[in-house]
C-alpha cells in the first residue's frame, strides 16, 4: 500500500510518498481502508518540528480520516466488515478528563497517522459517520468538530440567546458557527476577507467584522453586545489576540482557547480576568465521548460540514501548501 510519511522536520519537503506492507489487525483491532483525511494547522505545526526534537521518524501524518472497515480482528464487537468509520484524535481518550497518557496516544503525532490507503486501529478508537456525510465530510470531524463541540457544549454548555465571538473563518470557527447557531446563539464571526464572511453570513452569522478594515474590533463586538460583551469567544488567535478577546466577553463569561494562530509571543494582563471572573479554557479536542454526541447532533440536524478544497492523494503537497496560504475557509480534505 501507499502512504506519506514525514522523514525529516522540514515542512512539506520532509513528506515522502512510501510503499508499506499492508497492515494486519491483532486482537481488538480493525482494519480500514481510508477515503479521505483532513488538514488542520496542527500538521503543519508537526511537519516543521514545532513538537521538538522528541518527535518520532519517520511518522505517517495526520490525524483526522474516514473510511470502510475492511477487515476484523479476534475480539471485535463493536464494529463490522462494511461500517463507516472515522478515528478519534486520541485513541485512548474514551471519555472523562483529559490525561497525560491520553495525550500520548495522539493520531499524526505521538503515534502514526491516517494518510495511508490502510490503517490498523483499535476497535476503541473509531465511531461510526452520520449517515447522511460522504466520506470527505466525515474526515473533517475528528479535531476540528470534536473541538469546536467541546468548547461550545461539553464546557460552554451554550444555551439559546447567547452571543458567541468566532475568530476567522477556518475549520474550528466554521464549525464553532454550525454548532452555536445549531442551539439557537447569535454568532459575531472576525475575518480578514469580506468574501469570507459572506459565507459565514449565508451560513448563519448574526454579524461579521473584518479585523483588517477594524483593527479595534473588540470595541465594535461590545457596542453590538449594548456593552455587556459575548458569553462565548472561540479564540484561535493564542496570544496576539486575547487581550482583544478579553475586553470582548461579558463578565462571568467564557475564553476557548483553542489555537495559536495570531502567535504565541506576548504579554497578557490577567487583571480583566481577574475582574471580569472570565473563565478561561484550554481545549485540546475532546473524547470519544465527546465526538459520538456531537455525531448526534449532526445527524439530527442533517449539518454538512464547510469544506473548501478537495485534492486528490497524489498531490498532498499542495494540499499543505494551501494550508499554510490560508486562503480556505472551513476545511482541506485530501481524498483516496
Avoid at 510503499?19 to 481488538?28: F, K, L, M
Avoid at 474514551?94 to 490498523?120: P, R
Amino acid at each position: 500500500m501507499q502512504a506519506y510519511e514525514l522523514q525529516q522536520l522540514t515542512g512539506v519537503e520532509g513528506l515522502v510518498l512510501v510503499d508499506r506492507p499492508e497492515p494486519q489487525p491483532g486482537w481488538g483491532q480493525i482494519l480500514i481502508r481510508i477515503r479521505a483525511t483532513s488538514l488542520n494547522y496542527r500538521d503543519l505545526v508537526v511537519a516543521q518540528g514545532g513538537y521538538g526534537s522528541k518527535q518520532k521518524l519517520p511518522l505517517v501524518p495526520l490525524s483526522d480520516g474516514a473510511g470502510e472497515v475492511v477487515a476484523l480482528g479476534a475480539g471485535v464487537t463493536r464494529v463490522k466488515v462494511g461500517d463507516r468509520v472515522a478515528g478519534i484524535f486520541m485513541q485512548g481518550w474514551l471519555a472523562g478528563g483529559l490525561t497525560k497518557d491520553h495525550m500520548n496516544t495522539a493520531l499524526g503525532g505521538a503515534i502514526d497517522g491516517l494518510l495511508a490507503e490502510y490503517v490498523v486501529l483499535d476497535q476503541t478508537g473509531v465511531v461510526i459517520l452520520p449517515e447522511h456525510l460522504s466520506y470527505a465530510e466525515g474526515a473533517t470531524l475528528p479535531c476540528t468538530g470534536v473541538t469546536a463541540w467541546h468548547s461550545l457544549v461539553t464546557q460552554g454548555k451554550i444555551a439559546a440567546g447567547e452571543t458567541v465571538l468566532v475568530l476567522g473563518t477556518g475549520g474550528v470557527s466554521m464549525f464553532a458557527l454550525q454548532f452555536a447557531t445549531m442551539h439557537g446563539a447569535r454568532v459575531i464571526v472576525t475575518s480578514s476577507s469580506d468574501a469570507k464572511l459572506a459565507t459565514a453570513r449565508e451560513l448563519g452569522a448574526w454579524q461579521t467584522i473584518n479585523y483588517r478594515t477594524t483593527p479595534d474590533w473588540e470595541d465594535v463586538v461590545f457596542r453590538l453586545t449594548d456593552r455587556q460583551g459575548v458569553d462565548h469567544v472561540v479564540e484561535v488567535g493564542g496570544a496576539g489576540t486575547l487581550a482583544k478577546s478579553l475586553r470582548a466577553v461579558r463578565v462571568g463569561g467564557r475564553i476557548s482557547l483553542i489555537g495559536v494562530l495570531a502567535g504565541n509571543a506576548g504579554e497578557v494582563n490577567p487583571v480583566p480576568i481577574l475582574m471580569k471572573s472570565i473563565t478561561v479554557q484550554g481545549i485540546y479536542v475532546g473524547s470519544r465521548e465527546m465526538f459520538e454526541a456531537m455525531n448526534r447532533a449532526i445527524s439530527y440536524h442533517q449539518l454538512h460540514p464547510v469544506i473548501d478544497r478537495i485534492f486528490p492523494f497524489s498531490d498532498v503537497p499542495a494540499a499543505y501548501q494551501a494550508l499554510q496560504q490560508a486562503r480556505h475557509i472551513g476545511k482541506i480534505v485530501i481524498q483516496l
